[in-house]
């Protein structure tokens, strides 16, 4: 039975590779996080990523393939991300898929790790929705678009300057907690309170957004009061983000009508932006869609079964690496 | 079947082999750079050949240093090609593949790195003797003062006004080049190779059979002892005990210090093991105490027309292995007539007179030598202060 692909995501600071059937069924993914391998440069650093990921990648590669027992024919095609992400961290990913593919015989599908995210909501069974009004909230990321049908993605924003989970490692690091910063602000956040005076950038125009005010704010605040309580501060920081992004949630339902509010991208793991999306799908009275927990941040998984549209629609395959790949590209 | 691949400089290249033979090779167009892809063009070669990947057992891989995402794209291909098919996989350092293309002789061999600066690696024929990370200037001025009589690299990137030895441009090194360069395969599951881009990464591990090898040959070896860093030679090869004095830049003396793997080896030569020495032996040895003996008689040709030795017991592995393979060797101080002890192979060569033939890389030492007693005095005495502390000696005197 040849009714798995193999995904491979090497994108940023996780080494992840994945077993997954055309229907989402996720029979295996093994990732390796690098989070100590960064640690102590406060973000991740691109040469040590892809150094990481060239000592990872086949060790994980056989891990995942224990779980067929070793049994390749089971694999139809190999899905690697090409892009968006950091170029020497690609190329390693890219590389081992072409020679494991050249190696056994399958097709290589280059495949754009935005659309991966797009479709991890659909991982383990879930359903989706259509059309759906879409946010992406990650390390790499924020943006809102909206979708007409599965693959069919009309962006409606993005941000001008950092992404919300870049905002968040910034913050942690001015809160002295440690990588990675998402969890570590929202387990703060959520012992504290919103006592805080924060801006809302942007909150009132388009679906654009702009984090890099909100966490100087953040920086001017705690020189301003050093003695202020780290958790105080972490809430008064969370409750402006989740303001702004429900202000351009609340714009885009209302304007596109859609039957499905979906959230993906790593930062739908905080528990806070979870409990908001609910709230929010009940008040337009549609259905709230959200990855499962595992699923939300970078994983392999969700590279290969956005293989799987690739394969389906038989498009060509492109294998180079591209650093700025577009959200809309193939 | 040998397939080659060699992504760290110039075009990407690939190259198919039988034993020495070359069946074809291919490169990348350079106006295609951009879009540099290695599985595309190994893909090319074997469609072009006719030749199955299943007929490929070894596979070899350049691991720079050079362009570093290049390096990375071939050695992650070359890793998982390896993975997938069950070929061997070997790396070699660009550095050696030019070495390769330079002819015998002692040789730099430079490669650009980050920062304008560039790793290099000296070598005597295709023996690796140490390496470092300069602007190219000082390289080449490091390689001048270490013997080279020539330097091989992409010159044309190193822009060098004039040099002190001739300069050789090369880019990229040749696949026949490749082919000959010395390796070793690996025996079992493919490693994982990682692309090199330190002089660290450069300097290969040496075995105490390498450093032997090159000892009976004549050769004079660097290597660290558990104080500082050392020259080694046989006593048997009389033109190497010369080069150590040549390297110190010393006038030439017969008393060189011995050391001995153990007192069995001391006493074989013909030291005259007394009850002090059997006491202090059993305190400090192995250890950094260096005793003065008397001769007799003399049992080794190099020990005629003299009547004392200095010898030691080094407590260091990779020296008690080596000198369990020669017997005793000439072992004195890395350092130029005057100059302090070298704590590191860096320090030492940036002193010495040349280069010795190999250096054996290890970690940093102080500068503290060994404590040396004289065993013929009575009472006797503390002739150079080091690593034991008088007091400790003291009792036992």
């Known amino acids: 039975m040849t009714d798995l692909i193999l995904g491979i995501e090497t994108s940023c600071d996780d080494t992840s590779v994945a077993l997954v059937s055309r229907d989402g069924t996720v029979l295996a993914c093994e990732t390796r996080a690098q989070y100590s391998v960064h640690a102590a440069y406060g973000g991740v650093f691109p040469e040590l990523a892809s150094r990481a990921h060239l000592e990872a990648i086949l060790p994980v590669v056989q891990e995942v393939l224990q779980r067929i027992d070793g049994d390749i024919s089971r694999i139809c095609a190999i899905g690697v991300t090409r892009g ?5 961290s690609l190329l390693v990913g890219v590389n081992t898929a072409q020679a494991l593919g050249a190696a056994w015989g399958k097709p290589v599908i280059g495949v754009n790790h935005l659309r991966g995210h797009l479709r991890s909501p659909a991982l383990d069974g879930q359903s989706e929705l259509f059309p759906a009004v879409l946010l992406l909230a990650s390390g790499g990321h924020t943006l809102v678009a909206h979708q007409a049908a599965p693959g069919q993605i009309e962006v409606l924003g993005s941000t001008r300057d950092d992404s919300i989970g870049e905002s968040y490692d910034k913050v942690a690091r001015m809160l002295g907690l440690g990588m990675p910063g998402g969890p570590a602000i929202d387990a703060l956040a959520a012992q504290g309170e919103a006592r805080y005076r924060l801006p809302r950038p942007m909150k009132n125009e388009g679906y654009e957004f702009s984090f890099s005010g909100l966490k100087s704010s953040v920086a001017r605040l705690l020189e301003r009061e050093p003695e202020a309580a780290p958790a105080d501060v972490a809430a008064s920081f969370v409750a402006a983000c989740l303001d702004v992004i ?11 009508a859609p039957r499905s509010v979906v959230v993906v991208g790593g930062v739908s793991a905080s528990a806070q932006l979870r409990d908001m999306i609910t709230e929010l799908a009940a008040h337009h009275g549609i259905a709230a869609s959200l990855p499962p927990r595992a699923w939300a941040t970078d994983n392999a998984a969700m590279i ?3 293989a799987w549209d690739y394969l389906d629609q038989g498009m060509e ?14 | 079947m040998k397939l080659l691949i060699r992504t760290s400089s110039g075009p990407y290249g690939a190259a198919l082999f039988e034993g020495d033979r070359c069946i074809a090779q291919r490169e990348t167009a350079l106006d295609a750079l951009r879009s540099r892809n290695i599985g595309e063009l190994v893909a090319q070669l074997l469609a072009e050949t006719g030749t199955d990947l299943r007929d490929i057992n070894e596979i070899g891989v350049d691991l720079g240093p050079g362009g570093l995402s290049s390096a990375r794209s071939g050695v992650s291909y070359a890793n998982a090609l390896a993975f997938g098919s069950g070929a061997a996989l070997w790396g070699v350092s660009a550095l050696d593949l030019q070495r ?13 790195a980050a920062g304008r600066k560039c790793l290099w690696a000296l070598y005597h024929d295709d023996r690796f003797i140490t390496a470092g990370c300069d602007d190219p200037t000082t390289a080449v001025d490091k390689g001048a003062a270490r013997g080279a009589s020539r330097a091989i690299g992409p010159m044309q990137r190193f822009a060098l006004p004039d040099s002190p030895i001739e300069l050789v441009d090369l880019d990229p090194p040749s696949f026949d080049a490749f082919a000959r360069v010395p390796h070793r395969v690996p025996i079992g599951a493919p490693p994982i190779l990682t692309p090199i881009t330190s002089a660290e990464a450069l300097r290969p591990p040496v075995t105490p059979t390498q450093a032997a090898d090159v000892l009976r040959g004549g050769g004079v070896v660097l290597l660290p002892t558990e104080t500082v860093y050392g020259l080694a030679a046989m006593p048997t090869h009389p033109g190497a005990v010369e080069r150590i004095f040549a390297l110190k830049a010393r006038p030439a003396q017969k008393a060189l210090p011995i050391m001995v793997a153990d007192l069995d080896q001391a006493r074989d030569i013909g030291a005259q093991i007394t009850p002090l020495v059997t006491r202090l032996n059993a305190q400090f040895c192995p250890g950094p105490l260096s005793l003065v003996v008397g001769i007799e008689p003399a049992r080794a040709p190099w020990l005629h027309e003299r009547d004392e030795l200095a010898f030691r017991i080094p407590d260091d592995a990779f020296l008690q292995a080596l000198l369990r393979e020669t017997g005793p060797l000439f072992v004195t101080s890395a350092n130029r007539s005057g100059a302090d002890p070298a704590p590191d192979i860096e320090a030492a060569l940036a002193q010495l007179n040349g280069a010795p033939d190999l250096a054996v890389p290890g970690p940093q030492r102080g500068t503290q030598p060994s404590t040396l007693i004289n065993c013929r005095l009575s009472p006797p005495v503390i002739e150079r202060a080091g690593m034991i502390p008088p007091d400790q000696l003291a009792e036992f005197l």
Request: glycine share 8%; aromatic share 4%.
């Open chain 1, 317 to 330: 395959t492109d294998l180079r690496a591209r650093p700025n790949l577009a959200f809309d590209a193939w």
């Open chain 1, 246 to 256: 429900r202000a351009k949630l609340d714009r885009a339902i209302e304007a596109r």
């Open chain 1, 84 to 88: 968006p992400g950091l170029i020497g």
């Open chain 1, 304 to 306: 290969a079964l956005a």
């Open chain 2, 100 to 112: 390769a293309c330079a002819g015998p002789g002692r040789v730099l061999s430079m490669r650009p």
